[in-house]
T-cell receptor, first 111, second 113 residues
C-alpha cells in the first residue's frame, strides 16, 4: 500500500529565498508523481507532473525531481514570492491505480 | 476550455440526510475520480469512474456511492450523513488509464450539522 509523507509540515521564509519541499513514498513501484498547489478552501492546481520515464520537470521558477530508488521527490522553488504562499501537495500512483496524496506542506512567504 | 466544474460550491446538511454532489470533467477526459479532504489533511481517494462503471474504490463505506453518465459527468451520493462527513469533496478528471495528469475542480464544501 502506497503511503506518502511530506516534510516539513509548515515552512515560513522571507521573500526571495530559494526553498525545497520534500515528498517521500513507501512503494518504489510508483509510476507518476504530481505536485499540486492548494490555496485555502480551494481546489488543487497542478504544478508539475513527472511521468514514469522522467526524472524531473521544470516550469518557470519551479523544478521537481523524482528518485524512485530512494522513494523521494523534491520541489524546488526559486526566488520565492508572497504569491507562492499556499499548501503544496505531492501525489503518486502505481500504474493504473489512484493517486495517493501526502498531507501537504504549508508555505508562507513573508514580504 | 471550461476545465473541471463542480456543483454546488457549498452545502449544509443535517445528520442522517442524503446529499448529491456533481462534477463535469475537463473537455476530452473520460475518467472521473472523487476525493474527500478533511481540514488540514491531504485528499483521500473515494472512487473512480470510467465507462459508467466504478473501476476503483478507496476505503469508504457503502454510504458513499456514485454514478457516471454517458457524457462523462459524474455524481457522488452520500447517505445517512455523519458529522465526520464534513469535508471538501474534490472531483478530478483525466484520461484513462488514470496514470495521466489529473485536473481538479474547485471542490464542494459539505458541512454536516
Amino acid at each position: 500500500k502506497q503511503e506518502v509523507t511530506q516534510i516539513p509540515a509548515a515552512l515560513s521564509v522571507p521573500e526571495g529565498e530559494n526553498l525545497v519541499l520534500n515528498c517521500s513514498f513507501t512503494d518504489s513501484a510508483i509510476y507518476n508523481l504530481q505536485w499540486f498547489r492548494q490555496d485555502p478552501g480551494k481546489g488543487l492546481t497542478s504544478l508539475l507532473l513527472i511521468q514514469s520515464s522522467q526524472r524531473e520537470q521544470t516550469s518557470g521558477r519551479l523544478n521537481a525531481s523524482l528518485d524512485k530508488s530512494s522513494g523521494r521527490s523534491t520541489l524546488y522553488i526559486a526566488a520565492s514570492q508572497p504569491g507562492d504562499s499556499a499548501t503544496y501537495l505531492c501525489a503518486g500512483d502505481n500504474y493504473g491505480q489512484n493517486f495517493v496524496f501526502g498531507p501537504g506542506t504549508r508555505l508562507s512567504v513573508l514580504p | 476550455d471550461a476545465g473541471v466544474t463542480q456543483s454546488p460550491t457549498h452545502l449544509i446538511k443535517t445528520r442522517g440526510q442524503q446529499v448529491t454532489l456533481r462534477c463535469s470533467p475537463k473537455s476530452g477526459h473520460d475518467t472521473v475520480s472523487w476525493y474527500q479532504q478533511a481540514l488540514g489533511q491531504g485528499p483521500q481517494f473515494i472512487f473512480q469512474y470510467y465507462e459508467e462503471e466504478e473501476r476503483q474504490r478507496g476505503n469508504f463505506p457503502d454510504r458513499f456511492s456514485g454514478h457516471q453518465f454517458p457524457n462523462y459527468s459524474s455524481e457522488l451520493n452520500v447517505n445517512a450523513l455523519l458529522l465526520g462527513d464534513s469535508a471538501l469533496y474534490l472531483c478530478a478528471s483525466s484520461m484513462f488509464p488514470p496514470s495521466y495528469e489529473q485536473y481538479f475542480g474547485p471542490g464542494t464544501r459539505l458541512t454536516v450539522t
